[in-house]
C-alpha cells in the first residue's frame, strides 16, 4: 500500500511538473528556432507545461540587450515555479549569455538540460572555450547533443562522457508535392562564407553549360551583394536566382520545387535544411560535417562531397543531375531516416520520457 501511495504521489509530481524552454526568439532565423517550434507539437509540450523564454533576436545592440533583459526579469519571476530548466546555446557568445539562467536555475536546485546546437566543432578545442563548456556541462544534470559524433567531439575535447545523450533535431511535418518538381538546385540558410556558397557557384558553373536547363536557387539572407558579384565572374546569371529569407508558403514552395539540395558547410551541427530537404523529399548533395558522417553514406542516402573541393562538387552534381533513379534511390534511403530516427513525434516522445527521467 505504501508503494503504491509513493507511486501515485511521484505519479500527480509529474503530471504538476513544468519546464522553462530557454532559447532563441521564435522571429529569429536558425536552427534553435526551428527545433524548439517542432517540440511545441509534441504531446510533451502541454504535458510539462512548457513555456518559452525568448532570450536574443537578430537585429541591433539595442533589441539584443532588450530581448535579454525581458527575458532575464520574466525568468527570475517564474523560475521558482518551475521544475525543469531546458537551455537551448550554440557557440561562444550564446553559452555566455546563457550562464545567467543556468546558474540560476541551479541555485534554486532545478534539474537543468543544456542542449548544445553548435556551428562547428573547432571551437570546443580552444583553451577559453574548453572551460567554459566543461564547467558547464560538468554542472548540468544532462547535455542534449546531435549526434554521436558530437558525443564523441565532447569527450575528445573536453573529457567528458556521462551525462552527454543524443536527441536528433527532427524532419519537420511537410507538404510533399513531387508532381511540383523543377530543375532546381536549392541552397537554403544564411549566405555566409561558413555555409560554402562560393563552393557551391563555383561547382555548378562548372557543369552549367552542360546542363543549361538547370538553375541555383539561394533562399537566405546575408552576403547576396558578394555572392552575385562570383556569379558574375562565372557567367552563369541567367541559372542563378537569389530569393533571401523566405518563410511559410514561399519556403514551402521553393522546397517543393527543387529536385536536388546542396549542403556546402564547413562546419555544422546537425543542419535544420537538409532535414527539410528529406521532408520533403530531396535528394541532398553535403560535406561530410557535424552529425551527417553518422547518418549519410554516399551514393545510398545522400552524396558527399569535401568541404571546399568544387570539382568534388561539380562530379557529384552532374552525377545527380543525370540520373533521375539515382534521385530517387538517394529519397528512399533519405525517408528510412524521415520516417525513423528523425521523425517528429518519436523525437517528442523521446523528449517526454527524458523530462519524466529527470524528474523521477
Known sequence: SRGLGDVYKRQVLIYMAKVLVIATSRKTRGGITSVVKAHETGEQWKKYHCRWIETHRDGNSIRKLWYLGTALVEYICLLPFYDIVHIHLATTQSAKRKKMFFYLAKWLSKKVILHFHPSNEKFLFEPMNSKLYRKLFSKADLVLVLSEQWRCWIKMALGLSNHIEVLYNPCPIVNRRDDLRKNHILFAGTIISRKGYETLIRGFARIAQEHSDWKVI???????????????????????????????????????????????????????????????????????????????????????????????????????????????NIVLGQDKYVKGAFNINGINRKLEKIYTRLLE
Open 218 to 328: 539561394f533562399a537566405g539572407n546575408g552576403e547576396i551583394a558578394n555572392a552575385m558579384k562570383i556569379v558574375e565572374c562565372c557567367g552563369i546569371q541567367n541559372q542563378v536566382e537569389f530569393l533571401g529569407w523566405v518563410t511559410d508558403k514561399d519556403k514551402e514552395k521553393v522546397f517543393q520545387e527543387a529536385s536536388v539540395y546542396c549542403l556546402a558547410s564547413d562546419g555544422e551541427g546537425f543542419p535544420m535544411g537538409v532535414l527539410d530537404a528529406w521532408a520533403y523529399g530531396i535528394p541532398c548533395v553535403v560535406t561530410p560535417v557535424g552529425g551527417i558522417p553518422d547518418i549519410v553514406v554516399d551514393g545510398e542516402n545522400g552524396l558527399v562531397f569535401s568541404i571546399g573541393d568544387v570539382d568534388g562538387l561539380a562530379n557529384k552534381l552532374r552525377m545527380i543531375i543525370s540520373d533521375r533513379t539515382l534521385r530517387k
